[in-house]
């Protein structure tokens, strides 16, 4: 149980195009999920936290126009990169929380690597 | 706001010896969650083992164990027989027992580990 996917696991995109991955739970329902962006052999950098039915909440320096995040479902949540550039080139991860647990604990999905040309 | 420090960028073991990972923390809450994460080569974050801040006892998991002391606020990490599939990059991670956005997990920077014959 508790397994969380994400599509595309890897994405090449033009310079000036958006980009859309999602962030699906596949057996709970997540009411909350987190996007992360991980740069090589860095740590997991927490983007923002997509709340079901409601805004998402970015973290400091993180650009809300920039990265779009909907979480329309109790199983989906998407992270639109707009009008990617190289610099956004990086990997991915979402997680989510199975509120019906008592653990604690995220549930990772196996990432998507963006490179932006 | 929390931190957690990993001070080992890198460490090796050699294929069935034990090795300890390092992890301290800062925070001023009394209840709470450690986690530790294993991030292989794919990129998947797999969780290892968990500590709740209240239990006494530390957690194990098969090879895995924690040395968990709350006072010194550190978590390490005891892995035994080490295996060569145990290679990855070990994430210590807290987080809050409290709910909302506060649920997100507060990352170290990492411990790379090496397994050799």
């Known amino acids: 149980g508790a397994v969380v996917s994400q599509h595309p696991s890897r994405v090449i995109c033009k310079s000036g195009t958006s980009v859309k991955i999602e962030c699906r739970s596949l057996?709970?329902?997540?009411?909350?999920m987190f996007w992360y962006r991980q740069f090589p052999k860095k740590s997991l950098m927490l983007m923002a936290t997509?709340?079901?039915?409601?805004?998402?909440?970015?973290e400091q320096g993180v650009e809300k126009d920039k990265f779009l995040i909907n979480h329309a479902s109790l199983t989906l949540s998407t992270l639109t990169v707009t009008s990617a550039h190289p610099e956004d080139s990086s990997f991915y991860i979402c997680?989510?929380?199975?509120?019906?647990?008592?653990?604690?604990?995220?549930?990772f999905g196996p990432g998507t690597r963006l490179t932006v040309l | 706001a929390q931190t957690v420090t990993q001070s080992q960028p890198e460490m090796s073991v050699q294929e069935a010896e034990t090795v300890t990972l390092s992890c301290t923390y800062d925070t001023s809450e009394s209840d709470y969650y450690l986690f530790w994460y294993k991030q292989p080569p794919s990129r998947q974050m797999i969780l290892v083992i968990r500590?709740?801040?209240?239990?006494?006892q530390n957690a194990t998991e098969n090879r895995f164990s924690v040395n968990f002391q709350k006072a010194a606020k550190s978590f390490s990490l005891k892995i035994s027989d080490s295996q060569l599939g145990d290679a990855a990059m070990y994430f210590c991670a807290y987080r809050s027992r409290s709910t909302g956005t506060a649920s997100k997990l507060t990352f170290g920077t990492g411990t790379r580990l090496q397994v050799t014959l």
């Open positions: 500590q709740e801040a209240y239990k006494q």
């Open positions: 997509s709340n079901e039915g409601s805004k998402a909440t970015y």
């Open positions: 997680s989510a929380r199975d509120p019906s647990r008592t653990s604690g604990e995220q549930f």
């Open positions: 057996d709970f329902q997540a009411t909350t």
